[in-house]
């Protein structure tokens, strides 16, 4: 029987993070979850980090993942965007950690060339192969979609021999 592997994939922002869990045994891979955390417009900045903690530990603690793949630093001209992105991202790499749950970073790149072959491929197309590839019924929202694919790249980072893989950060 082959093994098990659990991958959560997460695209974070601070008001639209994406989340999918991805299962592959083998070759064979199955979504167990996606989902998009949503904050409203309404909600402070500090309890959108707090709603993002609480919400990523949940899904960890309830599908028990062995990895985590996030999208690689994102580069902006806009300084609070980034900031603001930065400390969405330090909440989940924080519940990872606290979990005990390793986490590997992807370059964007990277992720389509994984999931689509190309690494210049438009989200639809990732959208489109994604569905593919865990044999889903239904497009998922464009961040869970790219959280799933974090997760698919991943799971096929982990297939390569071990000296071509990376290490978490």
Not at 75 to 99: D, F, H, P, Y
Not at 132 to 157: N, S, T, Y
């Amino acid at each position: 029987m082959a093994n098990v592997h659990k991958v959560l994939g997460i695209d974070t922002s601070l008001r639209s993070t994406g989340v999918g869990v991805v299962e592959g045994r083998g070759s064979v891979l199955r979504a167990v979850r996606y989902d998009v955390i949503r904050n409203p417009a309404g909600r402070t900045h500090t309890e959108c980090l707090a709603h993002l903690f609480t919400r990523v530990r949940e899904i960890v603690r309830g599908d028990q993942p062995g990895a985590a793949a996030v999208e690689g630093v994102f580069l902006s001209k806009n300084a609070r965007t980034a900031m603001i992105l930065g400390q969405a991202r330090g909440v989940v790499l924080a519940v990872c950690a606290l979990e005990g749950i390793p986490v590997y970073e992807y370059a964007p790149r990277r992720i389509k060339q994984a999931v689509v072959g190309y690494g210049n491929a438009h989200k639809d197309q990732v959208a489109q192969m994604i569905m593919r590839l865990l044999g889903l019924k239904e497009q998922p929202p464009e961040d869970a979609a790219d959280a799933l694919a974090m997760a698919v790249c991943h799971l096929h980072q982990h297939t390569v021999p071990s000296a071509m893989r990376d290490e978490p950060i």
